[in-house]
């Protein structure tokens, strides 16, 4: 198997990518992250650069986060990779499940990179990750949702939340942008990251569950 590095939100897609490459037997060295400099928190997931850092070092990945743009996002990621393949990376692991645009840009990347694209998800039955992410054990919250969408914030990620979103008629992953997460515990973490204050806001057709203070369990 390749050495690989995963592109890492935050958010429970990325994380159950990890978790399948992982168990399918890729060797993974690090945890990739880019944070936009003209902003303090994680786009679109709004997670803090340094609970991404918890994250990882509660699933004991070691995490590479840059600073980038929306216009530099591509070569900025590009420098990262070319460290990396020093290291011996030659796979970047994608969490995309059915945007074939999303996917062709992660190929073209690769292919201009040198590296191989892994999609664990790609083309995986929505309802039926969502049930797997919740069946091995991940913990996530609504972290930010189409303002339409609002009463999800908040929302944990189980089998009643599961109903809900399909009573909307959405896409259970949330793949168009409905909705987004943060990962706080799964079989992969030491310890759980509890949340334990939010702020709410709108923003540019979008609800927010800015997260002001969260703590690790003991």
Request: hydrophobic share 35%; aromatic share 10%; charged share 30%.
């Amino acid at each position: 198997m390749p050495k690989a590095a995963c592109l890492w939100s935050g958010g429970k897609d990325s994380c159950l990518a990890l978790y399948r490459a992982m168990s399918q037997g890729f060797p993974v060295s690090y945890l990739v992250n880019l944070v936009r400099h003209d902003d303090s928190r994680i786009r679109p997931h709004r997670l803090s650069p340094q609970l991404i850092q918890d994250q990882a070092r509660e699933i004991g990945i070691p995490l590479i986060q840059r600073e980038t743009t929306w216009e530099g996002y591509e070569q900025d990621l590009g420098e990262v990779v070319e460290e990396l393949k020093k290291e011996g990376v030659s796979a970047i692991i994608f969490g995309d499940i059915d945007l074939e645009e999303h996917k062709h840009w992660d190929e073209r990347f690769c292919d201009k990179f040198g590296v191989n694209p892994i999609f664990p998800l790609w083309h995986g039955d929505p309802e039926g990750l969502v049930r797997e992410f919740i069946h091995e054990g991940f913990e996530a919250e609504v972290i930010s949702a189409k303002e339409n969408l609002a009463d999800l914030l908040g929302r944990k990620i189980d089998r009643e939340f599961l109903s809900r979103v399909e009573n909307k008629g959405i896409h259970p992953c949330g793949e168009n942008g409905e909705y987004h997460t943060v990962v706080t515990f799964g079989p992969m973490f030491n310890r759980r990251i509890s949340i334990t204050k939010t702020q709410r806001r709108t923003e540019k057709g979008y609800c927010f569950l800015d997260i002001s203070e969260y703590k690790i369990e003991p």
